[in-house]
């Protein structure tokens, strides 16, 4: 299994990014997927879920604001980002859980200026 992120660069505050994760080796459809992050000098945190149904959860800080989804038949899974803040910027991971153990992306970096 291997994932990569793309859709990352510099925005304004208040603008949107997408930012897109391709999944190779296995259907997609067989796993959940999640979204992390992690700016300089923070612990990586979750932002987003979505199951293989389809049922997504945002942590506090992004309701309202990102939205997850997939597309099983092109093995892609996305992150909307809308109305961002200074404290979005990060580098986004996406990330799932295959044969117990997890398998990360390489990140793709978001910047947001004010």
């Known amino acids: 299994v291997q994932l990569l992120e793309s859709g990352g660069g510099s925005v304004q505050a208040g603008g949107s990014v997408r930012l897109s994760c391709a999944f190779s080796?296995?259907?997609?459809?067989?796993?959940?997927m999640c979204w992390y992050r992690q700016a300089p000098g923070k612990k990586r945190e979750v932002v987003a879920t979505?199951?293989?149904?389809?049922?997504?959860d945002y942590t506090d800080f992004v309701e309202g604001r990102f939205t997850v989804s997939r597309d099983n038949a092109r093995n892609m899974v996305y992150l909307q980002m809308n109305d961002l803040k200074y404290e979005d910027a990060a580098v986004y991971y996406c990330?799932?859980?295959?044969?117990?153990?997890?398998?990360w992306g390489g990140g793709t970096q978001v910047t947001v200026s004010e």
């Open positions: 990330a799932t859980v295959y044969e117990s153990g997890w398998i």
């Open positions: 080796g296995i259907p997609l459809k067989l796993n959940g």
């Open positions: 979505i199951t293989t149904g389809g049922t997504s």
